[in-house]
């Protein structure tokens, strides 16, 4: 069974541009989780999509979206990049139907963005 | 506030040794908590998961503990391998709000 694929692997951006990351979950699961892990600190919660919805976000500004396509893969967008926003990008994704707190999470190799 | 704390930040020991590594917690109301081993530059693999009623739970050469009443967790590696060598990150969930808490996790270092 295919894990979760995110893609590209690495991402280099200037300030200012927008960048989009992308994510396939396993087979079978309907949530998408996007997380930030910046050098040093712990993961933080970005998003949470289920079922096409956005069903929660973490404490980030508006300038990271995102959206979850009928076949239940993910894009990440994050807009008027800012140097603070080079981090490694993980997704994860788990079985729908469940609350938040119980649904198990497969993370994704991240996607490492650098912004210069 | 919620929130996870782990130590040691790093750790270094030889091939063969055992270590626990801690994980206290004051996410309430407490829901599960999780054990992720993550390897460099990879995404966080689950280890264990266990609920209020748990309190160990064991995955290969990995034991994990819980004390719900001082909010305390502890990952316990035996035999350690080369292979160990990675950060663990200790997870908790809340059941309101939709809340996980994620430590910044333990490095550790297996030395040959």
């Known amino acids: 069974e295919a894990g979760v694929t995110q893609s590209p692997t690495h991402l280099i951006k200037t300030r200012g541009q927008q960048a989009t990351l992308r994510c396939s979950p396993i087979?079978?699961?309907?949530?998408v989780y996007w997380y930030q892990q910046a050098l040093g600190l712990g993961l933080q919660f970005l998003l949470w999509y289920d079922e096409g919805e956005e069903r929660n976000r973490g404490n980030f500004p508006p300038r990271f979206s995102g959206r979850q396509f009928p076949n239940y893969s993910s894009e990440l967008n994050v807009n008027a990049l800012e140097l603070e926003d080079s981090a490694l990008y993980l997704c994860?994704?788990?079985?729908?139907?469940?609350?938040?707190?119980?649904?198990?999470?497969?993370f994704g190799p991240g996607t490492r963005l650098t912004v210069l | 506030k919620n929130q996870v704390e782990q130590s040691p930040q790093s750790l270094i020991i030889l091939e063969g040794k055992n270590c626990t590594l801690q994980c206290n917690y004051t996410v309430s109301p407490f829901s599960n908590l999780r054990w992720y081993k993550q390897d460099t530059g990879r995404g966080p693999v689950s280890l264990t998961i266990m609920t209020f009623s748990e309190n160990t739970k064991s995955n290969g050469r990995y034991t994990a503990t819980l004390d719900a009443d001082t909010k305390q967790s502890s990952l316990h590696i035996t035999a350690s391998q080369l292979s160990d060598s990675a950060s663990y990150i200790c997870?908790?969930?809340?059941?309101?709000?939709?809340?996980?808490?994620f430590g910044k996790g333990t490095r550790l270092h297996i030395l040959p």
């Open positions: 087979s079978g699961h309907t949530s």
């Open positions: 997870v908790v969930s809340a059941n309101v709000d939709d809340k996980i808490i």
């Open positions: 994860a994704s788990s079985k729908g139907g469940r609350e938040f707190a119980y649904n198990e999470q497969f």
